[in-house]
């Protein structure tokens, strides 16, 4: 693969590692200060809102500037809200982080998340430069390496962030974040990346879905002419439905796991062990690099989310750290694989003029169903599921075995998910919608950079 794109993987490792540290490090320190599940489902529901409002815009950015220049106004962006919430941290009178409702706190959560946020403007650029820089049949191994620096930043991050809260608590936290930031924006801006067509502008485009003729002019967003690309491919819109099915799931891991292992382990062993765990990441993403995906990405997606959903029935049956541990490999692990095969999936069936507006739609309609779970999660939790499990009902019905109290209560929520989830993909996984979406991507015809054009 190209050297440019393995330094842009590593620039992006760099990013990576500066926003997860912060998103890792403001979720443990709000729960540490104010030791409130409500606040961190809370910090869960604004990112996952923000990420759901966001990403048609920056699809938008993406599509409509250079790649390295809306990657390059992602940094910068960045640096600006965590030198805001820098200042807000030292302004702040002592002790007013500790009320789970104050204004202080929540307007430092605010422009911390923000400058986390603006980093999505690299998850929706890197894999149209993955289109752009890697052939057709090479970009699922691509992905794959995609997965990896994604698993080398968490490995870095959880292990950095459980430090640094437990020693600095988000005073050094900043200051990391600020040097990367720095970092990163330098480093890009040394690289020439050619983003050229090399072939001329009214050569056709090799996809099956239509685009809008290229002599009207098309709005920034164009909300309309993206539905109509998605729709265009059959069983794609289904792809995205489902996505969102899994995301409205998967909001629960977001608001409730770290409270959920702060309740087992100190947050230095659970950031270390988060560290350990992202090695995961970091496997699947060599294995995915050399063997690909196969010849029906849409299939290992299935296969992936089976297996998944059945750890997430059994991860928390028992108040066990190690089987906990055990359940987070597992989903750490096949993680990459779902990224990548959606990713793939993509990259073939949709035009690369249109990649970024469809990667921000998938994106803005995939998250949209997380924001609900983040913050109903965390309430309902709170305030129902932990008595449930403490002095209710249910610690009489199932506590005898199941266990009781609030990170017993926590374990109910993952459960019950679980069996959710894993219903729903069986009936994904019988429906026309996947035979159709298999067929299309087996028909469509492969899209190389240079047969491009611009939108």
């Not at 529901?45 to 993406?62: D, E, K």
């Not at 060599?286 to 089976?306: C, D």
């Not at 009489?396 to 993952?414: D, M, N, T, Y």
């Amino acid at each position: 693969m190209p050297i440019l794109f393995h330094h842009i993987l590593g620039n992006n490792l760099v990013a990576n590692i500066t926003n997860f540290t912060v998103w890792f490090a403001i979720t443990f320190w709000v729960f540490l200060e104010t030791h409130s599940v409500f606040a961190t489902g809370m910090i869960a529901g604004i990112y996952l809102v923000f990420t759901a409002a966001f990403g048609l815009w920056f699809g938008s950015l993406v599509d409509h500037h250079a790649k390295k220049r809306a990657m390059l106004g992602s940094s910068a962006v960045s640096f600006v809200f965590y030198a805001l919430s820098f200042g807000v941290l030292q302004a702040a009178p002592q002790g007013v982080f500790t009320d789970p409702y104050g204004l202080w706190l929540w307007a430092f959560v605010l422009l911390v998340m923000l400058g986390v946020i603006a980093g999505n403007i690299r998850s929706i650029a890197l894999p149209t430069l993955v289109t752009m820089l890697i052939p057709e049949d090479r970009r699922d191994r691509a992905n794959g390496l995609v997965g990896m620096v994604t698993g080398i930043g968490f490995l870095t991050t959880s292990v950095i962030s459980g430090f640094l809260v437990a020693h600095t608590g988000m005073f050094g936290t900043l200051l990391l974040a600020l040097g990367l930031t720095v970092l990163a924006f330098v480093h890009l801006g040394m690289l020439k990346v050619d983003e050229t067509p090399a072939q001329p502008l009214d050569a056709p485009s090799p996809s099956t879905a239509q685009t809008p003729p290229q002599d009207k002019p098309v709005s920034k967003i164009d909300l309309a002419g993206t539905i109509a690309v998605v729709a265009a491919v059959p069983g794609l819109f289904a792809l995205i439905l489902f996505a969102t099915f899994n995301n409205f799931l998967g909001g629960i891991f977001m608001a409730l796991l770290d409270a959920y292992g702060l309740s087992l382990v100190s947050v230095e062993a659970w950031g270390l062990t988060f560290g350990v765990l992202s090695t995961a990441f970091i496997i699947s993403g060599i294995v995915i690099a050399r063997t690909g995906l196969g010849k029906n990405p849409l299939k290992t997606l299935m296969m992936v989310n089976v297996v998944t959903w059945l750890v997430c029935c059994v991860f928390t049956l028992q108040s066990s750290y190690w089987l906990l541990v055990a359940g987070c490999f597992m989903w750490m692990l096949l993680a990459p694989y779902a990224e990548a095969a959606e990713q793939t999936t993509l990259q073939k069936v949709v035009p690369l003029e249109r990649q970024g507006r469809v990667f921000g739609f998938a994106q803005s309609i995939e998250q949209a169903a997380s924001p609900l779970t983040a913050f109903l999660v965390g309430p309902l939790t709170q305030f129902v599921v932990i008595p449930f499990m403490t002095d209710g009902a249910g610690a009489q019905a199932i506590g005898s075995w199941f266990g009781s109290g609030q990170a017993r209560g926590i374990a109910l929520v993952f459960t019950v998910a679980g069996f959710l989830g894993l219903v729903i993909t069986l009936v994904a996984f019988n429906s026309r919608y996947y035979r159709e979406l298999s067929a299309a991507y087996a028909g469509a015809p492969g899209q190389d950079a240079a047969q491009a054009r611009p939108a």
